[in-house]
Protein backbone atom coordinates (compact mmCIF):
# COMPACT_ATOMS: atom_id res chain seq x y z
CA UNK A 1 0.00 0.00 0.00
CA UNK A 2 1.60 3.52 -1.00
CA UNK A 3 1.72 5.55 1.70
CA UNK A 4 0.74 9.03 1.41
CA UNK A 5 1.72 11.95 3.31
CA UNK A 6 0.07 15.48 3.44
CA UNK A 7 0.48 18.11 5.15
CA UNK A 8 -2.23 20.44 5.78
CA UNK A 9 -5.83 19.09 6.87
CA UNK A 10 -7.78 22.18 6.33
CA UNK A 11 -10.13 22.86 3.58
CA UNK A 12 -7.70 21.43 0.89
CA UNK A 13 -5.86 18.60 2.56
CA UNK A 14 -8.68 16.99 4.99
CA UNK A 15 -10.67 16.38 1.69
CA UNK A 16 -7.87 15.47 -0.68
CA UNK A 17 -6.57 12.93 2.19
CA UNK A 18 -10.56 11.22 2.57
CA UNK A 19 -10.34 10.89 -1.33
CA UNK A 20 -6.62 9.49 -1.64
CA UNK A 21 -7.88 6.66 1.23
CA UNK A 22 -11.32 6.15 -0.43
CA UNK A 23 -8.99 4.17 -3.65
CA UNK A 24 -6.76 2.28 -1.73
CA UNK A 25 -3.89 4.90 -0.21
CA UNK A 26 -2.59 4.96 3.17
CA UNK A 27 -3.03 8.52 4.18
CA UNK A 28 -1.16 10.40 6.65
CA UNK A 29 -2.70 13.48 7.55
CA UNK A 30 -0.56 16.04 9.53
CA UNK A 31 -1.68 19.10 10.90
CA UNK A 32 -0.06 21.03 13.44
CA UNK A 33 -3.59 21.87 14.99
CA UNK A 34 -4.03 19.23 18.09
CA UNK A 35 -7.23 20.77 18.37
CA UNK A 36 -8.57 19.91 14.81
CA UNK A 37 -6.81 16.16 14.92
CA UNK A 38 -8.52 15.56 18.08
CA UNK A 39 -11.71 16.28 16.34
CA UNK A 40 -10.83 14.36 13.09
CA UNK A 41 -9.88 11.51 15.42
CA UNK A 42 -14.07 11.32 16.43
CA UNK A 43 -15.05 12.15 13.06
CA UNK A 44 -15.85 15.76 13.61
CA UNK A 45 -14.68 18.23 11.12
CA UNK A 46 -16.80 21.84 10.06
CA UNK A 47 -16.42 20.97 6.48
CA UNK A 48 -19.89 20.47 4.69
CA UNK A 49 -18.68 18.32 1.98
CA UNK A 50 -17.08 15.81 4.15
CA UNK A 51 -19.25 12.71 5.74
CA UNK A 52 -18.32 12.05 9.78
CA UNK A 53 -19.05 8.31 9.64
CA UNK A 54 -16.62 7.93 6.55
CA UNK A 55 -13.69 9.50 8.12
CA UNK A 56 -14.52 7.42 10.91
CA UNK A 57 -14.76 4.05 9.35
CA UNK A 58 -11.52 5.16 7.26
CA UNK A 59 -9.79 5.73 10.86
CA UNK A 60 -11.09 2.40 11.94
CA UNK A 61 -9.46 0.65 8.77
CA UNK A 62 -5.93 2.61 9.33
CA UNK A 63 -6.63 4.09 5.56
CA UNK A 64 -6.42 7.51 6.84
CA UNK A 65 -4.26 8.61 9.82
CA UNK A 66 -4.26 12.12 11.22
CA UNK A 67 -2.38 13.31 13.47
CA UNK A 68 -0.32 16.41 14.97
CA UNK A 69 2.65 14.14 15.22
CA UNK A 70 5.05 14.69 12.21
CA UNK A 71 7.15 11.68 12.51
CA UNK A 72 3.79 9.80 10.99
CA UNK A 73 5.12 11.28 8.04
CA UNK A 74 8.61 9.46 7.93
CA UNK A 75 8.24 6.65 5.36
CA UNK A 76 5.70 8.24 2.62
CA UNK A 77 6.76 7.68 -0.51
CA UNK A 78 4.05 10.69 -1.69
CA UNK A 79 4.20 14.26 0.21
CA UNK A 80 1.71 16.82 -0.87
CA UNK A 81 1.96 20.09 0.69
CA UNK A 82 -2.07 21.57 1.08
CA UNK A 83 -1.05 24.16 3.82
CA UNK A 84 -2.14 28.14 3.66
CA UNK A 85 -0.37 30.72 1.11
CA UNK A 86 -1.86 34.24 2.83
CA UNK A 87 -0.82 37.70 2.28
CA UNK A 88 1.59 39.50 4.77
CA UNK A 89 1.62 42.83 6.52
CA UNK A 90 2.76 44.20 3.49
CA UNK A 91 0.06 42.79 0.99
CA UNK A 92 3.23 40.63 -0.34
CA UNK A 93 3.15 36.88 -0.37
CA UNK A 94 3.75 34.96 2.79
CA UNK A 95 5.29 31.53 1.93
CA UNK A 96 6.20 30.89 5.62
CA UNK A 97 3.64 27.95 5.76
CA UNK A 98 5.50 26.36 2.33
CA UNK A 99 8.43 27.25 4.08
CA UNK A 100 8.00 25.14 7.53
CA UNK A 101 6.12 22.48 5.07
CA UNK A 102 9.21 21.84 3.59
CA UNK A 103 11.12 21.51 6.16
CA UNK A 104 9.42 19.19 8.51
CA UNK A 105 9.80 17.10 4.83
CA UNK A 106 13.12 17.24 5.19
CA UNK A 107 13.49 16.74 9.06
CA UNK A 108 11.47 13.25 8.58
CA UNK A 109 11.96 12.03 4.98
CA UNK A 110 13.24 8.65 5.27
CA UNK A 111 13.08 7.21 1.85
CA UNK A 112 12.91 9.20 -2.33
CA UNK A 113 9.66 10.69 -2.64
CA UNK A 114 7.06 12.66 -4.90
CA UNK A 115 6.58 15.97 -3.80
CA UNK A 116 3.77 17.30 -4.91
CA UNK A 117 2.58 21.32 -4.16
CA UNK A 118 -0.70 21.95 -3.79
CA UNK A 119 -0.72 24.85 -1.93
CA UNK A 120 -1.59 28.30 -4.67
CA UNK A 121 1.75 30.52 -5.15
CA UNK A 122 3.01 32.18 -7.95
CA UNK A 123 4.83 30.55 -10.99
CA UNK A 124 8.21 29.57 -9.95
CA UNK A 125 7.44 28.21 -6.74
CA UNK A 126 7.96 24.32 -7.17
CA UNK A 127 11.01 25.00 -9.54
CA UNK A 128 12.51 27.80 -7.22
CA UNK A 129 11.95 27.85 -3.99
CA UNK A 130 10.67 24.15 -2.61
CA UNK A 131 12.78 21.63 -4.95
CA UNK A 132 16.22 24.06 -3.90
CA UNK A 133 15.25 23.59 -0.31
CA UNK A 134 14.38 20.07 0.26
CA UNK A 135 17.55 19.82 -2.51
CA UNK A 136 20.29 21.53 -0.46
CA UNK A 137 19.00 19.91 2.84
CA UNK A 138 18.11 16.01 2.46
CA UNK A 139 20.14 13.65 1.26
CA UNK A 140 17.41 11.38 -0.53
CA UNK A 141 16.48 11.78 -4.17
CA UNK A 142 13.10 13.86 -4.73
CA UNK A 143 10.80 14.13 -7.95
CA UNK A 144 8.39 17.46 -7.98
CA UNK A 145 5.18 18.20 -9.76
CA UNK A 146 2.44 20.99 -9.25
CA UNK A 147 -1.11 20.37 -8.89
CA UNK A 148 -2.85 23.79 -7.82
CA UNK A 149 -5.64 22.63 -5.80
CA UNK A 150 -9.40 23.79 -6.83
CA UNK A 151 -11.75 23.23 -4.07
CA UNK A 152 -15.12 25.40 -3.78
CA UNK A 153 -16.30 24.72 -0.05
CA UNK A 154 -19.93 23.61 0.12
CA UNK A 155 -20.81 23.60 -4.05
CA UNK A 156 -22.77 20.35 -4.37
CA UNK A 157 -22.16 19.88 -7.92
CA UNK A 158 -17.99 20.00 -8.31
CA UNK A 159 -15.64 18.35 -5.39
CA UNK A 160 -11.97 17.04 -6.14
CA UNK A 161 -13.28 13.87 -7.91
CA UNK A 162 -15.15 15.17 -10.58
CA UNK A 163 -13.11 18.84 -10.90
CA UNK A 164 -10.48 18.85 -13.86
CA UNK A 165 -7.24 18.37 -11.90
CA UNK A 166 -4.05 20.32 -13.60
CA UNK A 167 -0.70 18.96 -13.24
CA UNK A 168 2.24 19.61 -14.35
CA UNK A 169 6.19 17.89 -13.16
CA UNK A 170 9.62 19.11 -13.18
CA UNK A 171 10.76 16.21 -15.05
CA UNK A 172 8.57 13.56 -17.15
CA UNK A 173 8.83 10.61 -14.67
CA UNK A 174 7.19 13.23 -11.96
CA UNK A 175 4.19 14.91 -14.80
CA UNK A 176 3.98 10.62 -14.69
CA UNK A 177 3.94 9.73 -10.95
CA UNK A 178 1.63 12.86 -10.13
CA UNK A 179 -0.81 11.84 -13.28
CA UNK A 180 -0.89 8.07 -11.69
CA UNK A 181 -2.10 9.46 -8.17
CA UNK A 182 -4.30 12.13 -9.10
CA UNK A 183 -6.03 9.80 -11.44
CA UNK A 184 -6.94 7.19 -9.51
CA UNK A 185 -9.59 9.29 -7.67
CA UNK A 186 -10.08 12.73 -10.08
CA UNK A 187 -12.05 11.80 -13.18
CA UNK A 188 -9.91 14.52 -15.35
CA UNK A 189 -6.32 14.91 -15.51
CA UNK A 190 -4.98 17.90 -17.13
CA UNK A 191 -0.96 17.92 -18.05
CA UNK A 192 0.15 21.38 -18.45
CA UNK A 193 3.09 21.91 -20.26
CA UNK A 194 5.18 22.86 -16.90
CA UNK A 195 4.66 23.45 -13.27
CA UNK A 196 4.85 27.34 -13.71
CA UNK A 197 1.78 27.15 -16.08
CA UNK A 198 -0.20 25.12 -13.91
CA UNK A 199 0.38 27.91 -11.06
CA UNK A 200 0.02 30.21 -13.07
CA UNK A 201 -3.68 28.91 -14.10
CA UNK A 202 -4.50 28.78 -10.77
CA UNK A 203 -4.01 32.22 -10.01
CA UNK A 204 -5.63 33.56 -13.19
CA UNK A 205 -8.68 31.22 -12.78
CA UNK A 206 -9.01 33.55 -9.60
CA UNK A 207 -7.72 36.64 -11.04
CA UNK A 208 -10.29 36.31 -13.57
CA UNK A 209 -13.11 36.41 -11.01
CA UNK A 210 -11.84 38.83 -9.02
CA UNK A 211 -11.77 41.37 -12.29
CA UNK A 212 -15.43 40.08 -13.15
CA UNK A 213 -16.44 40.79 -9.59
CA UNK A 214 -15.31 43.82 -8.93
CA UNK A 215 -16.76 44.91 -12.31
CA UNK A 216 -20.36 44.24 -11.71
CA UNK A 217 -19.33 45.81 -7.85
CA UNK A 218 -18.88 48.73 -9.89
CA UNK A 219 -21.97 48.44 -11.90
CA UNK A 220 -24.48 48.24 -8.67
CA UNK A 221 -22.67 51.65 -7.82
CA UNK A 222 -23.73 53.20 -11.89
CA UNK A 223 -27.43 51.53 -11.93
CA UNK A 224 -27.51 52.10 -8.02
CA UNK A 225 -27.26 55.88 -9.59
CA UNK A 226 -29.80 55.34 -12.36
CA UNK A 227 -32.17 54.47 -10.17
CA UNK A 228 -32.46 50.53 -11.09
CA UNK A 229 -31.22 46.86 -9.94
CA UNK A 230 -27.32 45.53 -10.97
CA UNK A 231 -28.67 41.71 -10.18
CA UNK A 232 -31.58 42.94 -13.25
CA UNK A 233 -29.12 43.84 -15.50
CA UNK A 234 -26.98 41.06 -15.24
CA UNK A 235 -30.13 38.66 -15.25
CA UNK A 236 -30.89 40.43 -18.06
CA UNK A 237 -27.41 40.40 -19.88
CA UNK A 238 -27.11 36.54 -19.14
CA UNK A 239 -29.83 35.50 -21.33
CA UNK A 240 -27.52 36.39 -24.11
CA UNK A 241 -26.14 32.08 -25.07
CA UNK A 242 -22.62 33.50 -25.95
CA UNK A 243 -19.79 35.63 -24.71
CA UNK A 244 -20.92 36.52 -21.46
CA UNK A 245 -20.54 35.01 -18.05
CA UNK A 246 -22.61 36.22 -15.52
CA UNK A 247 -20.93 37.45 -12.17
CA UNK A 248 -22.83 39.15 -9.15
CA UNK A 249 -22.33 42.24 -6.75
CA UNK A 250 -21.62 41.88 -3.03
CA UNK A 251 -20.34 43.84 0.11
CA UNK A 252 -16.48 42.24 -0.72
CA UNK A 253 -14.92 39.36 -1.59
CA UNK A 254 -14.08 37.07 0.80
CA UNK A 255 -12.31 33.88 1.07
CA UNK A 256 -8.93 31.77 0.07
CA UNK A 257 -8.72 32.08 -3.16
CA UNK A 258 -10.25 35.37 -5.08
CA UNK A 259 -8.74 37.84 -2.70
CA UNK A 260 -5.14 36.46 -2.62
CA UNK A 261 -4.58 34.75 -5.80
CA UNK A 262 -4.34 37.95 -8.32
CA UNK A 263 -2.23 39.25 -5.78
CA UNK A 264 0.32 36.54 -6.17
CA UNK A 265 -0.03 37.35 -9.77
CA UNK A 266 0.41 40.53 -9.61
CA UNK A 267 3.61 40.12 -7.57
CA UNK A 268 5.69 37.77 -9.85
CA UNK A 269 4.44 40.66 -12.77
CA UNK A 270 6.41 43.27 -10.84
CA UNK A 271 9.36 40.88 -10.55
CA UNK A 272 9.80 40.47 -13.94
CA UNK A 273 9.15 44.30 -14.54
CA UNK A 274 5.06 44.14 -15.27
CA UNK A 275 2.60 46.39 -13.48
CA UNK A 276 -1.04 44.35 -14.04
CA UNK A 277 -3.31 47.21 -13.74
CA UNK A 278 -6.51 45.19 -14.22
CA UNK A 279 -5.62 43.65 -11.47
CA UNK A 280 -4.14 46.61 -9.20
CA UNK A 281 -7.82 48.57 -9.77
CA UNK A 282 -9.86 45.12 -8.90
CA UNK A 283 -8.54 45.14 -5.73
CA UNK A 284 -9.01 49.04 -5.54
CA UNK A 285 -12.57 48.52 -5.82
CA UNK A 286 -12.95 45.52 -4.33
CA UNK A 287 -11.43 46.94 -1.01
CA UNK A 288 -13.63 50.07 -0.95
CA UNK A 289 -16.83 48.10 -1.60
CA UNK A 290 -17.46 47.76 2.75
CA UNK A 291 -17.10 51.45 2.83
CA UNK A 292 -19.66 52.59 -0.21
CA UNK A 293 -22.46 49.84 1.17
CA UNK A 294 -21.87 51.30 4.67
CA UNK A 295 -22.45 55.06 3.71
CA UNK A 296 -25.58 53.71 1.33
CA UNK A 297 -26.98 52.00 4.39
CA UNK A 298 -26.38 55.45 6.20
CA UNK A 299 -28.06 56.78 3.79
CA UNK A 300 -30.86 54.20 3.66
CA UNK A 301 -31.54 55.04 7.02
CA UNK A 302 -31.74 58.80 7.02
CA UNK A 303 -28.32 59.69 7.19
CA UNK A 304 -27.82 58.94 11.03
CA UNK A 305 -27.23 55.02 12.80
CA UNK A 306 -26.25 56.36 16.17
CA UNK A 307 -29.57 54.94 18.02
CA UNK A 308 -30.20 52.34 15.49
CA UNK A 309 -29.92 48.18 16.12
CA UNK A 310 -28.48 46.24 13.66
CA UNK A 311 -28.48 42.69 12.94
CA UNK A 312 -26.55 40.77 10.47
CA UNK A 313 -27.65 37.13 9.03
CA UNK A 314 -24.26 35.31 8.61
CA UNK A 315 -20.91 36.45 8.86
CA UNK A 316 -18.67 33.87 6.86
CA UNK A 317 -17.83 34.84 3.51
CA UNK A 318 -19.87 32.69 1.77
CA UNK A 319 -23.05 30.74 2.26
CA UNK A 320 -22.85 27.18 4.30
CA UNK A 321 -19.12 27.82 5.21
CA UNK A 322 -17.68 28.70 8.31
CA UNK A 323 -14.60 30.06 6.97
CA UNK A 324 -13.90 33.70 8.18
CA UNK A 325 -10.86 34.01 6.07
CA UNK A 326 -10.83 37.56 4.06
CA UNK A 327 -14.87 37.99 5.00
CA UNK A 328 -15.54 41.22 4.23
CA UNK A 329 -18.47 41.53 7.08
CA UNK A 330 -16.52 42.39 9.56
CA UNK A 331 -15.38 45.65 7.39
CA UNK A 332 -18.45 46.48 6.85
CA UNK A 333 -19.40 46.34 10.47
CA UNK A 334 -16.19 48.40 11.19
CA UNK A 335 -17.51 51.00 8.28
CA UNK A 336 -20.77 50.97 9.95
CA UNK A 337 -19.71 51.70 13.39
CA UNK A 338 -17.56 54.75 12.01
CA UNK A 339 -20.40 56.22 10.68
CA UNK A 340 -22.25 56.01 14.61
CA UNK A 341 -23.54 52.28 14.97
CA UNK A 342 -23.41 51.24 17.84
CA UNK A 343 -25.40 48.24 18.34
CA UNK A 344 -24.85 45.83 15.84
CA UNK A 345 -25.41 42.00 16.41
CA UNK A 346 -25.03 39.23 14.37
CA UNK A 347 -26.13 35.66 13.56
CA UNK A 348 -23.89 32.72 12.36
CA UNK A 349 -24.80 29.10 13.30
CA UNK A 350 -21.94 28.21 11.44
CA UNK A 351 -19.37 30.51 12.94
CA UNK A 352 -20.61 31.12 16.51
CA UNK A 353 -18.00 32.86 17.74
CA UNK A 354 -15.09 34.95 16.47
CA UNK A 355 -13.34 38.30 17.54
CA UNK A 356 -14.58 38.07 20.70
CA UNK A 357 -18.18 38.51 20.02
CA UNK A 358 -20.92 35.45 20.07
CA UNK A 359 -23.63 34.78 17.66
CA UNK A 360 -27.16 35.70 18.45
CA UNK A 361 -30.79 34.45 17.26
CA UNK A 362 -32.22 36.36 14.89
CA UNK A 363 -34.54 38.99 16.54
CA UNK A 364 -37.26 41.20 15.83
CA UNK A 365 -36.92 44.07 17.36
CA UNK A 366 -33.81 45.61 15.28
CA UNK A 367 -34.32 49.11 13.13
CA UNK A 368 -32.23 47.00 10.34
CA UNK A 369 -31.93 43.65 9.20
CA UNK A 370 -28.76 42.54 6.71
CA UNK A 371 -28.39 39.38 4.85
CA UNK A 372 -24.67 38.89 4.32
CA UNK A 373 -24.59 34.89 3.71
CA UNK A 374 -27.54 33.60 4.32
CA UNK A 375 -26.90 30.17 5.32
CA UNK A 376 -29.61 27.23 5.38
CA UNK A 377 -29.56 26.54 9.05
CA UNK A 378 -30.54 30.30 9.64
CA UNK A 379 -34.72 30.50 9.44
CA UNK A 380 -35.95 33.86 8.53
CA UNK A 381 -39.12 33.41 9.69
CA UNK A 382 -39.40 36.00 12.16
CA UNK A 383 -38.05 38.80 10.41
CA UNK A 384 -40.75 38.23 7.61
CA UNK A 385 -43.51 37.94 10.38
CA UNK A 386 -42.50 40.80 12.42
CA UNK A 387 -42.23 42.87 8.93
CA UNK A 388 -38.76 43.95 10.23
CA UNK A 389 -36.69 46.24 7.76
CA UNK A 390 -34.05 43.82 5.50
CA UNK A 391 -31.86 44.76 2.85
CA UNK A 392 -30.48 41.39 1.17
CA UNK A 393 -27.25 42.00 0.24
CA UNK A 394 -26.50 38.52 -0.26
CA UNK A 395 -24.64 37.40 -3.88
CA UNK A 396 -26.54 35.99 -6.80
CA UNK A 397 -30.35 36.44 -7.42
CA UNK A 398 -32.23 33.34 -4.84
CA UNK A 399 -35.05 35.27 -3.36
CA UNK A 400 -35.24 35.71 -0.17
CA UNK A 401 -38.50 37.45 0.20
CA UNK A 402 -36.76 40.89 -0.15
CA UNK A 403 -35.96 42.86 -2.91
CA UNK A 404 -32.22 42.87 -3.65
CA UNK A 405 -30.05 45.80 -2.46
CA UNK A 406 -27.49 45.82 -5.79
Known amino acids: ?122 PGTLRDFIKPKLEKSSKFSFTFAAAPERIDPANRDWSITNTPRVISGLTESATESAFKFYT ?17 SKLFENTFRLVNISLMNELSEITNALGFSAVEV ?74 KKIQIAGIAYKQNVSDMRESPTPILIRELKKLGAKSISWCDPLVKFYNGEQSVPLNSKIDLGLIISPHNEIDFTIWKNSETRVLDLSVGNRNLGWPKFF
Do not use: W
Request: charged share 20%.
Open 1 to 122: MVRVGILGQGYVGLPLAIEAAKVGFQVFGYDKNSNLISDLMIGKTNLPDLNSNEIKDLIKQHSYIPSSNPTVLSDCEIFVICVPTPLDLNNNPDLSYLEEAVQIIVKYVKNDALIINESTSY
Open 234 to 307: IKAAATKPFGFVPFFPSIGIGGHCIPIDPTYLSFVAEKVGYRSEFITLANKINSSRPKTIAKSIQSIMGGDLSD
Open 184 to 200: KFCKSVILASSPEVAEA
